[in-house]
């Protein structure tokens, strides 16, 4: 323990989004019950404007707002827009630093990462981190194990105890001027990119000044939040485990179409340094192809990969592991440890008194039951009883199946002392008296 | 070997279909080369003419019939008719003995059999029992191993030496009066079921004695032989091997939509005794359905299932046998065995040295390649740098991911003297003499 306290743990605090200074001394509203009188102090009313109240009045109001096909177009292209900021910008890049990026890139993704208002990207980063590095833990900012609904906006909306949360090394992201401008002047940036601009290009282009900011704005922010909340709610709970099980991370097609991709979380918690969430051809992941795109025109370079050698061992092991579950809930026959060992004059003599003894490999079968129902016929595996069959059963009539062994292995009575006819012991034994067989 | 002699191996020869002498002191056809004098000696020209000759004609005969839509309706019935007269009847019940039937579903089954134009019973259960025995041998009667073509009519359209084919035991079906009926009088049962009652039913029910003769007899001969005939060859071709790869059998839907459900092929050579061919729900069986019914209305008794613990250990084992193909690919890094060994004094010097070299679990590694891509960052990894960092490692500062282990394996370079830090060792040398590091 000593020694593991002489590692630095290589954590930086960060600074909160909304900084409001607390009283260390005083307990963190978050550790007292929730009692009539003190529940509007649980809730974040600042996320849940953001979050509800906001999206709500959106709703309303497009009642009165028609859409318009130009502005619904742009609303979709602006989706995806803010979505890649979130995505390949806030995620793959700053969280994971899994490419790098030129700065007119950093630029478009951070101004993209504004219009979808889920915070500036280094708080948003350096959640993330400690989701990877505390997953499914109390420091885990959003904890599925704590529900879907608090990993999905409880987290926001409920205000949490903030020393409660696992702190991580953002030393390079406070390298990044990028990251460092976009911060100290996020409030100018999403009222800008998320809402301005918008309204701008609908009104300017075509007119369509409450189009752009209900459906573009409002709307659209509703749209592209919910969408990416989904990677820390359904993407911890919907799908397959094809790389580990311990954690809840996995990999789901609808979640990768609700979120540009990012659906195989289970591969992405395994691998969180590889620019790819899908390493198949036919998965979709259009933040992947984003990344390429970028790296065909120069923006985009050292996009990490892990070894395919390593992927494939990690999908190797998880499937050895459910293997051998499924082998634990099999019967595999009696353990031969756990059977009577008979002579092989006790054999033949119990199977001349009527039981339907056959030996194969020096184990004992009972294969009564099984008469009836052999597939070779009654008369071949009859003429078997009380004799040594191994050869027969291995080829010397038939080579039967691997079921037709498994099958056996669930017959067997006894084992044979010396493990076959022992004729060689008995004759050894009237030749000399030096050679004795084995007694127990 | 004096013993498996011993055995009787319960084999009865069957009269073939077509019985004709030979001399069996002169050399079969099928011995000799092929020739331009002798090629049509080869041939089997019965064979040939029931399986091609007469259903061309029948193609060439249909342009100057034309299809009625009751004829077409009545084809179809028939053609299941005869279908499950082979699969329900020649197969599972008379090859396999896979369900006990009752009098006049055996009647059912051979008289549809028959209106398959596939042999008798007997010849056809007697070479399917070799094809079990001796899959894919010299002794299988069409073994695919002698090309798609041969498995499929191959082996019907040229001679075959008929001392080649492995020998069966089919005294059960001697001993069955519906069996031997059939074989006594098979010429009179194929002529009879296969062309008189389609052509009776078509011309008497409504007029089409033509239609009757060409489509639902010939035309239907035709599709009923070709679709049973996949049996032996696509489904030795086309699919998975879930059971057992060791054979050509394989499990494919598109063969199980051929041949009313005999698809899954590879289920079947495992467990031949099994009633079903399809042992999920959703798969497409309807002979086996079809042997549902009967045991319903009480026709069809002693259903054979193959224990299911025994069908998953099979799967089991067989998904094993894939993994273990698939690890012997991958890279596990350098076996401990084959590295070097350094002492503590040693790992410390080189890492001085500048050799990016960190101690976990008792095995030095050089981590310098990884350092500038380590999803933690550089910070930490390199504070490890000439240390035991198996605590921190393993949850100390971080609880590393499977992959993070597997990805370690690779970087191995040395073990380590003693398996860790040897401080205790050092401390009892200290104190007394008689403690001893070990040395070699
Ligand atoms: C003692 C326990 C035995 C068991 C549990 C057993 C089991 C089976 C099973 C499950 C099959 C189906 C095909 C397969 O899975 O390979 C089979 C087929 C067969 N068995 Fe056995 N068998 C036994 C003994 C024997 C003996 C002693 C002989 C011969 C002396 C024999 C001869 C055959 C033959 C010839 C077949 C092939 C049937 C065919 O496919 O037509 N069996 N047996
Ligand atoms: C010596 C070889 C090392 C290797 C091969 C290695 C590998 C990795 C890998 C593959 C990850 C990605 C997440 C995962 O797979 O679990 C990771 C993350 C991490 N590593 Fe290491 N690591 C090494 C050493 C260390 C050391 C010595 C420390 C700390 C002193 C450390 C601290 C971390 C932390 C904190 C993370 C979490 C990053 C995050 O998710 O935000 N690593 N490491
Ligand atoms: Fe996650
Ligand atoms: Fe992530
Ligand atoms: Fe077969
Ligand atoms: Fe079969």
Redesign the pocket.
């Known amino acids: 323990i000593a020694q593991a306290e002489s ?1 630095p743990d ?1 954590t930086t605090d960060h600074i909160p989004l909304r900084k409001k200074a607390y009283d260390i001394r005083k307990p963190h509203i978050s550790e007292q019950p929730w009692t009539w009188s003190n529940w509007y102090q649980h809730i974040n009313w600042l996320n849940t404007t953001f979050i509800i109240f906001i999206p709500l009045a959106g709703c309303v109001a497009a009642y009165w707002v028609p859409l318009q096909m130009k502005t619904l177009y742009f609303s979709i292209a602006y989706y995806f827009f803010a979505g890649l900021g979130i995505t390949a910008g806030y995620h793959r890049l700053w969280a994971h630093s899994s490419y790098k990026a030129r700065l007119p890139l950093k630029i478009f993704l951070a101004a993209g990462g504004s219009a979808a208002v889920e915070g500036s990207a280094r708080w948003w980063s350096s959640l993330h ?1 400690s989701h ?2 505390y997953t499914d833990t109390d420091k885990d900012p959003y904890s599925v194990r704590k529900g879907l609904f608090y990993s999905h906006i409880g987290w926001m909306v409920v205000k949490q105890n903030p020393r409660r949360i696992g702190r ?1 090394d953002i030393s390079d992201l406070n390298e990044d001027p990028v990251v460092v401008w976009q911060h100290r002047n996020y409030l100018k940036c999403v009222v800008t990119m998320a809402l301005i601009v918008p309204t701008l290009i609908c009104g300017l282009g075509w007119g369509d000044w409450a189009g752009g900011f209900i459906y573009a704005g409002i709307l659209r922010i509703f749209f592209i939040q919910q969408a990416t909340f989904c990677v820390n709610s359904l993407a911890h709970w919907l799908g397959d485990q094809p790389f580990d099980d311990r954690n809840s991370p996995r990999d789901h097609v609808i979640t990768a179409l609700v979120t540009l991709g990012e659906g195989y979380h289970n591969f992405h918690h ?1 691998f ?2 590889d620019f790819r969430n899908a390493i198949e051809w036919y998965q979709y992941d259009p933040t992947k192809w984003f990344i390429w795109l970028m790296k065909f025109v120069g923006l985009a370079y050292n996009l990490k990969t892990f070894p395919q050698n390593e992927i494939e061992k990690g999908r190797l092991q998880q499937m050895q592991k459910k293997l051998d579950q499924k082998r634990a809930t099999l019967d595999w026959g009696t353990p031969l440890e756990q059977l009577p060992v008979l002579s092989w004059d006790e054999f033949v003599a119990e199977a001349k008194n009527g039981r339907a003894l056959v030996c194969i490999a020096g184990i004992i079968h009972d294969v009564g039951k099984f008469i009836q129902d052999h597939p070779g016929g009654k008369t071949l595996i009859s003429s078997a009883i009380g004799k040594d069959a191994t050869a027969v059963f291995n080829g010397g009539v038939y080579n039967h199946s691997n079921a037709a062994h498994n099958l056996l292995s669930t017959m067997r009575v006894a084992v044979l002392r010396g493990g076959c006819e022992v004729e060689i012991w008995k004759r050894a034994q009237a030749e000399s008296k030096d050679a004795v067989p084995v007694t127990d």
């Open positions: 590692f290589g981190r990877h590095r991580t395994e969180p340094s």
